[in-house]
């Protein structure tokens, strides 16, 4: 068979050079341009030859929409039931998920409870290319684990991989993780774009072929992304992410990308001696260690994916010296927003925070997206701004305008069930929302509000 010339495509973007360079030049990443052979016209037309004569074979792997089923247990479920939620309602047969997350936060220890729970399905096969079976059983009998159909494997070859996973058929298989996979059939090393795209196409086509489910542990690089090429987020079926402060007993998983069910979906968990273990009542676990009475703290009910959570804003001013430029220090809100919410606070309240420093913090590690938290965030800056305390039982809801109007908030009835269950007495509400709120009854007490001068007014 004729060789063809070498060509250097880029594994992000398949941007394709003549020589090698260091930088894309179509995306802009560093070390992603590798060599391959380019396929020469004769090949290229038998191929095309090849390809006419099998689509007949093709012909029977398609099948009318009208005629494929769903077997009952289209899902397995667990009885952790946040995880389950997560998956939106079960793990899917045949589907793929890519867990990411730093070194050392708990990603093999969760996964490792996960195929405790799946082995009541059938056989659940732990494939480590980083610890030895028995190193893994070790963390197994400290996790309390025990199951006849939980088998463990130590390889990174992916076509062995494969081979086994083809003839035994396990239910669920976990590969901890992508990183150490490599094929004999690419000449880079493991962990390389390359050998990563090809271990995962792999991963995905046995899982679709045979129904098999897959976990995948993916490592992520300094600045948060997946390490290896952008194409391994596209081709699984769901993507969460692990996250939690370095220290801090908590941790937080979050779905970025689900085909089977809601993104933005939020779990939190805490560190136990005896593993992973879902918070319930994942409020509450926010909300603890606050006084009756507080200056510049607010409560917001936010939307994460189908849960509200409700999180406290904390605002601190101080004088800046008038050196330099004043500090906007922001942790878990959008520095942007804030922005924006002091420049409302200064027109439409009369709020002189230009000399001044401004600290915002969320306790917990968990990052605001939802506009409907705006009110509270300015109300805790006002609240320090004038040095008022806030009743620690009274949450506000509303998004603001430039115009200072307070704008509709989307699924209104669950954010107030949320603050009824943790026992809320007061709640500030926008007025767009009314005729939504009177046709239900809640047992706190709703204060609409028009825009920042009828606030103004009740203070």
Same mark, same amino acid.
């Given at each position: ?9 880029? /594994? ?32 290229? +037309? ?7 004569? !099998?689509?007949?074979?093709?012909? &029977? ?10 077997? $009952? ?6 009885? #952790? +039931? ?32 996960? =195929?405790? $729970? ?15 079976? =028995? #190193?893994?059983? !070790? ?14 494997? /130590? ?12 003839? *035994? ?8 993780? %992508? ?47 997946? =390490? ?14 692990? $996250? ?38 994942? !409020? ?12 510049? /703290? ?16 904390? +605002?601190?001013?101080?004088? /800046? ?5 004043? &500090? ?51 109300? !805790? ?12 039982? %009274?949450? =506000? ?16 009835? &669950? ?23 009177? *046709? *239900?009854?809640? &047992? ?16």
């Amino acid at each position: 068979m004729a060789k063809g010339k070498s060509v250097y495509v880029c /594994s992000e973007c398949g941007y394709k050079t003549s020589k090698w360079v260091g930088k894309c030049m179509n995306c802009g990443s560093w070390g992603t341009i590798e060599e391959q052979e380019e396929i020469s016209s004769s090949v290229s +037309s038998s191929k095309v030859n090849r390809n006419s004569l !099998s689509l007949v074979d093709t012909e &029977k792997k398609v099948s009318p929409f009208s005629n494929i089923t769903i077997e $009952e247990n289209f899902r397995f479920k667990t009885k #952790q +039931s946040e995880f389950d939620r997560l998956l939106g309602g079960g793990l899917v047969q045949g589907e793929v998920v890519l867990l990411t997350g730093n070194p050392g936060i708990g990603k093999s220890t969760l996964l490792l409870q996960m =195929a405790k $729970e799946y082995s009541d399905y059938g056989d659940v096969l732990y494939v480590s290319g980083e610890e030895s079976p =028995a #190193q893994i059983k !070790s963390r197994g009998e400290r996790l309390g684990i025990k199951s006849r159909t939980l088998y463990l494997m /130590s390889e990174t070859d992916i076509d062995k991989i494969s081979e086994y996973v083809s003839v *035994k058929k396990p239910k669920v298989v976990i590969v901890d993780s %992508i990183q150490t996979l490599y094929s004999e059939n690419s000449d880079s090393i493991a962990g390389t774009p390359t050998q990563i795209r090809e271990a995962t196409l792999k991963i995905v086509e046995l899982a679709k072929r045979m129904g098999i489910s897959f976990f995948i542990v993916g490592h992520i690089t300094k600045d948060g992304k997946v =390490a290896g090429p952008k194409l391994l987020e596209h081709m699984v079926d769901a993507v969460f992410s692990f $996250e939690g402060e370095e220290g801090l007993f908590y941790r937080i998983l979050r779905s970025t990308k689900n085909r089977f069910g809601s993104t933005n979906e939020l779990a939190v968990y805490s560190m136990e001696e005896d593993g992973m273990r879902e918070v319930q009542n994942s !409020s509450e676990f926010f909300l603890s260690e606050r006084e009756e009475k507080n200056i510049g /703290s607010m409560i917001v009910p936010v939307l994460e994916g189908t849960k509200v959570f409700l999180l406290e804003i904390q +605002s601190l001013l101080t004088e /800046s010296g008038g050196i330099g430029i004043p &500090k906007r220090i922001v942790q878990g809100f959008d520095r942007n927003r804030i922005q924006i919410l002091m420049a409302i606070g200064e027109k439409r309240m009369g709020m002189n925070l230009g000399m001044k420093d401004v600290f915002i913090n969320i306790p917990g590690g968990i990052s605001i997206k939802d506009p409907s938290a705006d009110l509270g965030a300015l109300i !805790s800056l006002l609240s320090v701004y004038k040095n008022v305390a806030i009743s620690q039982k %009274i949450a =506000a809801i509303g998004e603001l305008g430039l115009r200072g109007e307070i704008r509709k908030v989307f699924f209104i009835d &669950k954010r107030l069930r949320e603050l009824e269950k943790l026992g809320f007495k007061g709640v500030y509400v926008p007025e767009a929302n009314r005729k939504e709120i009177e *046709k *239900k009854e809640y &047992k706190l007490k709703l204060i609409y509000l028009k825009n920042l001068e009828e606030f103004l007014e009740r203070m």
